[in-house]
């Protein structure tokens, strides 16, 4: 295949872009942004799960004490009662008795009970701090998340900036080269990752192989315009007063 010396130097413009558009993909895939979201999107899931959990604690104690405050509120009442029976002056002397009995009996009831539910409002505040506490954790992952996410979709707006540029370079370097010499490039881009590289100081800018002195003879005497590649990686080789031949 052959190709003027200055077009095959455009093949570097395009090689130049293209590793450009390259960089461009790997930096989208490898933003460490997402792998940032990623890890805090884990961690807001456990700490929305671990304050569902606590909620539901809550919740649960909640009815306990309502519970407790009812039958508290029942013994009482039913204390008021006795009470007001024995002082109306009505009942027997056995009746009286039996209230009397009664009374002390609810008594230690409610004391019982107040007890209780004391300890319940003590575990009650201890969860409510709980509660307080995770649904801040959550907020504050929420907000970290938002900020790493702004952050990502700003990275990735600046790439797509710089790759519509770079498709554009290349959509306008395209018409200037013969479609041997890119069909040529193409393939060996796809298979290699590099389509064509300058030969500097008799070394393969794609591969980084440097050349034999038999090869390096074999180029030499070939015509300016003749399409040479590189014997490891496929490469077309621009030579150039660099090439050190």
């Given at each position: 295949?052959?190709?003027?010396?200055?077009?095959?130097r455009?093949?570097?413009?395009?090689?130049?872009?293209?590793a450009?558009?390259?960089?461009?993909?790997?930096?989208?895939?490898?933003?460490?942004?997402?792998?940032?979201?990623?890890?805090?999107?884990?961690?807001?899931?456990e700490?929305?799960?671990?304050?569902?959990?606590?909620?539901?604690?809550?919740?649960?104690?909640?009815?306990?004490?309502?519970?407790?405050e009812?039958?508290?509120?029942?013994?009482r009442?039913?204390?008021?009662?006795d009470?007001?029976?024995?002082?109306?002056?009505?009942?027997?002397a056995?009746?009286?008795?039996?209230?009397?009995?009664?009374?002390?009996?609810?008594?230690?009831?409610?004391?019982?009970?107040?007890?209780?539910?004391?300890?319940?409002m003590e575990?009650?505040?201890?969860?409510?701090?709980?509660?307080?506490?995770?649904?801040?954790?959550?907020?504050?992952?929420?907000?970290?998340?938002?900020?790493?996410?702004?952050?990502?979709?700003?990275?990735?707006?600046?790439?797509?900036?710089?790759r519509?540029?770079?498709?554009?370079?290349?959509?306008?370097?395209?018409?200037?080269?013969?479609?041997?010499?890119?069909?040529?490039?193409?393939?060996?881009?796809?298979?290699?990752?590099?389509?064509?590289?300058?030969?500097?100081?008799?070394?393969?800018?794609a591969?980084?192989?440097?050349?034999d002195?038999?090869?390096?003879?074999?180029?030499?005497a070939?015509?300016?315009?003749?399409?040479?590649?590189?014997?490891?990686?496929?490469?077309?080789?621009?030579?150039?007063?660099?090439?050190?031949?």
């Amino acid at each position: 295949m052959k190709a003027e010396p200055a077009v095959q130097r455009q093949l570097l413009d395009l090689a130049k872009v293209d590793a450009e558009l390259n960089r461009v993909a790997h930096r989208r895939r490898t933003l460490p942004e997402l792998a940032e979201i990623e890890d805090v999107e884990k961690r807001l899931r456990e700490r929305r799960d671990a304050l569902i959990a606590v909620q539901t604690s809550a919740s649960d104690l909640d009815r306990e004490v309502s519970k407790q405050e009812r039958e508290v509120e029942s013994v009482r009442a039913r204390a008021d009662r006795d009470r007001k029976l024995m002082e109306s002056g009505s009942v027997s002397a056995k009746q009286l008795s039996d209230l009397e009995h009664e009374l002390e009996t609810l008594a230690r009831r409610q004391a019982a009970l107040e007890d209780d539910q004391l300890e319940l409002m003590e575990r009650k505040e201890a969860v409510d701090a709980d509660v307080q506490r995770t649904a801040a954790e959550v907020d504050k992952t929420e907000r970290e998340l938002d900020e790493l996410r702004k952050r990502r979709d700003e990275a990735l707006a600046d790439l797509d900036t710089t790759r519509a540029r770079r498709e554009a370079d290349r959509e306008s370097l395209l018409p200037k080269l013969p479609e041997n010499l890119v069909a040529l490039y193409e393939r060996v881009r796809a298979h290699k990752g590099i389509g064509a590289a300058l030969l500097k100081a008799r070394r393969c800018g794609a591969c980084q192989l440097e050349l034999d002195r038999s090869t390096i003879a074999e180029i030499k005497a070939t015509a300016d315009d003749e399409v040479v590649q590189c014997d490891n990686c496929g490469a077309v080789l621009v030579r150039t007063l660099e090439s050190g031949l």
